[in-house]
């Protein structure tokens, strides 16, 4: 068994409220309520032009007092019905009634296409918030949202396609943990599952005495989000997925937990992940010393498998000097497209040099009606008049009317 460290009922309640969302440079709370015409900023209340909605089981709110309240600004045109946010150096921009939207120059899908209601420019919130770096949280029981700064603006749009290398340095290879998070007592804390059933992420204070003092036990009756059992002869072990542990078993000893566990490839697992665990147990078990470490699955929209993970460690006790990073490991592998939205995978071509990151699900051809994975090589054969990108679902283009190629079997 672990030997859990007694730490102050303060330092646990820091631990929840602070050290998993990380803490906010201007600390900003904002609280909305579905038909409540006001909002609570920082515990302030402010009025609103319309209290949120729920559409399609999205919320959508006015956008400009929020947006403002987050530190931003919204220019609206009226002749393309068309809202612009801004926010330190970041744009979004959606349009009434489209499900497209634009992050940069990078075209999203939503969930829930914007809408004018009573007069007033109505935005999911989900994604506006997430596109600048803030947390999102919905209570049901008082159907309130909480809207958090999280302090480090993460977006997968600032991160290159994965071109065969399993990581990449993000934030000048630098972590994120404010000053007030870093902490030399052991603890470890597990995000709940989101509506989807995705893991949120972890952070943990390690230090020897939360490390494992036995051998790891089994894990095959966890499921995540995405997972699918599939070989290939060009993976190592045969098998795409594994069970990852967002934070190593080696790290925490924590094990068959699902809160903990992520649908994630074998080259994630082994080429990403796993040296920077090394490289954090070995140093603790050395030294004695304490490393912050922190594991966010980042996940594209809606999709059920994790783009990849980002990774955070800075050891306590030296400030930094044994252990500080800051990566982001690809949830991929070469040779293999994978299908972000639902875990579907199969082998690229011959002459595909790496996978590719892909932005849509399925590529559509409009003339015959079937709809391709993206490196089908029927699909690089439609003619531009008739291609057509999709982040639909397989059964809802089904029930739209077209069929899967029967090439690439999407």
Not at 38 to 60: E, H, K, Y
Not at 303 to 320: H, Q, T
Not at 368 to 375: A, E, Q, R, V
Request: glycine share 10%; net charge neutral; aromatic share 10%.
């Amino acid at each position: 068994m672990k030997n859990k460290k007694l730490i102050s009922i303060s330092l646990i309640l820091a631990v929840l409220l602070s050290f998993f969302v990380p803490a906010a440079a201007d600390g900003t709370n904002i609280i909305l309520q579905i038909d409540n015409p006001q909002m609570t900023v920082n515990g302030a209340n402010i009025a609103l032009d319309a209290p949120p909605v729920i559409r399609n089981s999205r919320t959508l709110v006015p956008v400009r007092a929020v947006i403002e309240s987050m530190g931003g600004t919204a220019d609206w045109d009226s002749s393309q019905k068309t809202a612009a946010l801004a926010l330190d150096g970041k744009t979004v921009k959606l349009t009434i009634g489209s499900t497209e939207a634009y992050f940069g120059a990078a075209k999203q899908t939503l969930d829930a296409a914007p809408e004018i209601i009573s007069g007033r420019t109505m935005l999911p919130i989900r994604f506006i918030a997430e596109s600048f770096g803030f947390a999102v949280s919905w209570n049901g029981d008082t159907r309130q949202i909480t809207i958090t700064n999280t302090g480090w603006h993460f977006s997968l749009c600032d991160i290159p396609a994965f071109s065969g290398s399993p990581y990449v340095t993000y934030n000048s290879n630098i972590p994120m943990f404010s000053g007030g998070q870093i902490s030399s007592a052991s603890y470890e804390y597990y995000g709940e599952l989101d509506s989807l059933g995705r893991c949120t992420g972890c952070i943990a204070s390690v230090g020897r005495d939360i490390m494992p003092t036995e051998e790891r036990g089994e894990i095959g009756m966890i499921k995540p989000s995405g997972w699918h059992t599939v070989k290939y002869d060009i993976v190592d072990g045969k098998y795409l997925y594994n069970r990852c542990h967002l934070i190593g078993f080696q790290l925490t000893g924590e094990n068959a937990n699902e809160k903990n566990l992520i649908t994630g490839t074998r080259y994630l697992n082994k080429e990403g992940m796993l040296p920077f665990e090394n490289k954090v147990g070995n140093y603790v078990r050395r030294t004695g010393n304490h490393v912050m470490y922190r594991a966010m699955p980042i996940f594209g929209g809606s999709n059920s498998l994790a783009s990849g993970v980002l990774l955070e460690a800075f050891s306590v006790e030296d400030n930094g000097a044994g252990i500080c990073f800051c990566v982001f490991c690809y949830n991929a592998h070469p040779g293999i497209y994978i299908n972000y939205a639902n875990g579907d995978s199969c082998q690229e071509s011959a002459n595909a040099a790496v996978t590719r990151q892909v932005t849509s699900a399925y590529i559509l051809n409009t003339n015959s009606k079937k709809f391709h994975y993206p490196s089908c090589t029927s699909a690089a054969l439609i003619s531009e008049r008739n291609r057509r990108e999709s982040n639909k679902t397989r059964n809802e283009l089904i029930a739209e009317g077209y069929s899967p190629c029967g090439i690439c079997k999407p």
